[in-house]
C-alpha cells in the first residue's frame, strides 16, 4: 500500500514540473467577426483585414436598429462615421482622416432636420459653428466674448482683463493668440480660469510704465444645445500714469 501511495506521489510531482502544452494561438481575424448580446441579439459587425479593424463596421441598438456605422483602415477610423437615434432616423455624420475627424461635423434632430454643422481639421475645433433651431432655420446670434477690466495698479500693481461669455452656455475655455486657419491650435496660451465660463489675465505695471497694444483672445464655447463654438476677440490694453490722462 505504502509504495502504491508513494509512486502516486512521484507521479504527481512529474507532472507537475513536465512542460505545458501551449494553447494554440488565434487565428488573425479576417473579415466580417459578429458578436451577440447575452440575450442572443446582434451587437456588432466588425470588418478585420490581418487582424486589424478595416472597412466598414457595425453597431446595433438593442432593438434591432443600426446604431453606428464606421470606416475603418488600419485600426483608425478613416472615412465617414454615421449615428443613429433608436428610430433609425440619422443622428450625426462624421468625417474622419486616419484617425482624426477632418471637415464638417453634422448633427440632426430626431425628426431628421439639420441641428448643427461644426467644423474641424486635424481633429481640432475651428471657428464657423452654425446651429439650427426646430423649424429649420438658422441660429440668429451666438455667444460673445465678453471682457471687462479691474485696475489694481496701485495697490497690486496689476492690471487685471476679466474674461466672460455673453449668455449662458455650459462651458468656456479661454485663450490668448490667433487662430490658425481658423482652427485651434497647440500654441495658445490658456488662460488662468477660476470658474468654467469665466476666465482672468493679469498685466503687471510698474510706475510710470505705459501699455499700449492689442491682443487677440479666444473662446471656445461648448453651447447650451452642446455644439463647439469658436469665437475670437482683439481687445486694446492701454495703461498710462494717471497723472498723464488719456
Known amino acids: 500500500m505504502r509504495r502504491i501511495v508513494g509512486l502516486s506521489m512521484i507521479a504527481l510531482l512529474i507532472g507537475c514540473n513536465s512542460p505545458k502544452k501551449k494553447e494554440p494561438e488565434s487565428a488573425v481575424k479576417n473579415g466580417i467577426v459578429t458578436v451577440y448580446r447575452d440575450d442572443g441579439r446582434l451587437h456588432k459587425e466588425l470588418s478585420y483585414k490581418d487582424g486589424k479593424l478595416n472597412g466598414l463596421s457595425k453597431v446595433y441598438h438593442p432593438n434591432g436598429k443600426l446604431y453606428l456605422e464606421t470606416e475603418w483602415a488600419n485600426d483608425k477610423r478613416h472615412g465617414l462615421t454615421r449615428q443613429y437615434f433608436q428610430s433609425g432616423i440619422l443622428y450625426s455624420e462624421t468625417y474622419y482622416d486616419s484617425g482624426k475627424i477632418t471637415g464638417v461635423l453634422k448633427k440632426y434632430h ?43 495698479i496701485k495697490t497690486e500693481g496689476i492690471y487685471y482683463l476679466k474674461f466672460s461669455v455673453s449668455e449662458r452656455v455650459h462651458k468656456a475655455t479661454f485663450y490668448r493668440g490667433r487662430l490658425k486657419d481658423d482652427c485651434l491650435h497647440s500654441e495658445l496660451e490658456k488662460i488662468y480660469q477660476p470658474k468654467d465660463d469665466e476666465a482672468l489675465l493679469a498685466y503687471p505695471v510698474s510706475d510710470f510704465q505705459i501699455i499700449d497694444q492689442t491682443d487677440n483672445f479666444i473662446a471656445k464655447i461648448e453651447t447650451i444645445a452642446g455644439n463647439v463654438l469658436v469665437v475670437e476677440k482683439p481687445y486694446r490694453i492701454k495703461i498710462q500714469p494717471e497723472f498723464l490722462g488719456d
Open 110 to 152: 430626431k425628426d431628421g432636420k439639420l441641428k448643427a454643422e461644426m467644423p474641424y481639421k486635424n481633429g481640432v475645433e475651428c471657428a464657423g459653428l452654425k446651429e439650427y433651431i426646430l423649424n429649420g432655420d438658422p441660429r440668429p446670434h451666438y455667444p460673445e466674448i465678453v471682457i471687462t477690466t479691474d485696475n489694481k
